[in-house]
């Protein structure tokens, strides 16, 4: 099992940026894959970006060339830099860890994007 702690949500205004950071309680060499997921009012949870133990990146398209997913093994910290956001960005995400025990989530950060 694995503890997740998101950070970085907030209230940003279309155009704007926010980057979000996850924290593991264990190192990600040991996950197989590290995801952000967000949930909309309404809408189903889906994936935005995920990052596997080498590096290997994917985005749904809705936010491909705009949302970074990178990783700071050193720190067990998964980040998600989302830039050109607008209102239909705005959702709840969440942190999750993949491996072969299963998975786990982070708490949630809410992010709001005003037009």
Do not use: H
Request: glycine share 12%; proline share 2%; net charge positive.
């Amino acid at each position: 099992q694995v503890q997740l702690v998101e950070s970085g949500g907030g209230l940003v205004q279309a155009g704007g940026s926010l980057r979000l950071s996850c924290t593991a309680s264990r190192s990600l060499v040991s996950i197989a894959v590290m995801g952000w997921y967000r949930q909309a009012p309404g809408n189903e949870r889906e994936l935005v970006a995920s990052i596997t133990t080498v590096g290997r990146t994917n985005y749904a398209d809705s936010v491909k060339d705009r949302f970074t997913i990178s990783r700071d093994i050193s720190k067990n910290t998964v980040s998600l830099q989302m830039n050109s956001l607008n209102p239909l960005d705005t959702a709840v995400y969440y942190c999750n860890a993949r491996s072969g025990g299963g998975a786990d989530w982070g708490q949630g950060t809410q992010v709001t994007v005003s037009s």
